[in-house]
């Protein structure tokens, strides 16, 4: 059961990370397409900085399942977030650092990648009811 749950969990971090990394792309087309190539790469860079730490935290908190493993569950999860918050600020950080960063392509695609989590959650959640 312990691994049932855990690779349940990891088939729904794949699907949203994927999800992410879709809304990302589109959103680094679009800016690209719409104010020039800075733009682009600045939302590229939004994007990375919001789906790498994603990836990182989705591989903590599914490492372990099951009540006999309870805490290394708990101290997984807690790792992988304070991972995905360090390396969220290093992203950030380096983005900045760029001369040519365009700040709003930058952290409107950051903030679009880490909200299009929640419909994708819940669009799931309702399939599975459905089957």
Aim: positive net charge; charged residues 10%; hydrophobic residues 55%.
């Amino acid at each position: 059961m312990a691994t049932s749950l855990s690779h349940v969990g990891r088939q729904l971090a794949r699907k949203v990370l994927i999800f992410q990394t879709i809304v990302s792309i589109v959103s680094a087309v679009i800016f690209t397409l719409l104010a020039g190539k800075n733009s682009g790469i600045s939302a590229a860079l939004g994007g990375v900085s919001c789906l790498i730490p994603a990836f990182i935290f989705a591989h903590f908190a599914f490492k372990y399942a099951g009540a006999t493993q309870n805490k290394l569950v708990v101290q997984s999860f807690s790792k992988g977030n304070k991972l995905k918050f360090f390396m969220t600020i290093i992203l950030f950080a380096l983005a900045l650092k760029w001369s040519e960063i365009q700040f709003l392509p930058l952290i409107v695609t950051y903030i679009i990648t880490v909200a299009a989590q929640w419909p994708i959650i819940i669009f799931l959640h309702r399939v599975d009811k459905l089957t």
